[in-house]
């Protein structure tokens, strides 16, 4: 929980930096709100690893006995406080998905070829296949001529 509070912190204080930047212009792309999201997003997501961690915390703080611990005898708060703040937090994750944010030049995730660029890609490949495939059936016939007529 230590490192959620430090790794908060960092993303607060990088918050307002970006922030001030904002305001003074000196981010120059057009699409320079996206990160906002992204943060929105990573709060939400450390807040539910908080819920989950505060729920560990109160189950094994009465020992692990059942009958003392009604947290380890009833499966819902398993279920509603350690398992929905983890299913929540990936599917909020998968949402908005860091990749929509964090790509293009100089950043560490390079947009790829689009869903087409693969095709075309793909088609040229079976084109290209389909041709060697053509001109080795050609080379054999040529060559079986040849042995033949010698």
């Given amino acids: 929980q230590f490192c959620i509070f430090v790794f908060t912190a960092l993303a607060i204080r990088f918050h307002i ?9 000196q981010i120059l792309d057009s699409k320079s709100q996206n990160w906002r999201w992204l943060l929105y997003i990573l ?17 094994f703080s009465s020992g692990i006995e059942q009958e003392h611990n009604k947290m380890q005898a009833y499966e819902a708060y398993f279920l509603v406080l350690d398992g929905m703040p983890v299913l929540l937090a990936s599917v ?27 095709k075309d890609i793909k088609r040229l490949e079976k084109e290209e296949k389909a041709l060697r495939k053509q001109e080795k059936k050609r080379y054999y016939i040529t060559n079986s001529n040849f042995i033949t007529t010698a």
Avoid: C, D, Q, W
């Fill in 17 to 25: 930096i970006m922030h001030r930047h904002s305001l003074s212009r």
């Fill in 43 to 59: 709060y939400i997501t450390l807040a539910l690893i908080t819920i989950r961690v505060i729920f560990r915390l109160a189950e």
């Fill in 92 to 118: 909020v994750l998968n949402v908005v998905h860091p990749g929509r944010v964090m790509f293009g030049e100089g950043s560490e995730f390079p947009k790829g070829p689009s869903r087409k660029e693969k």
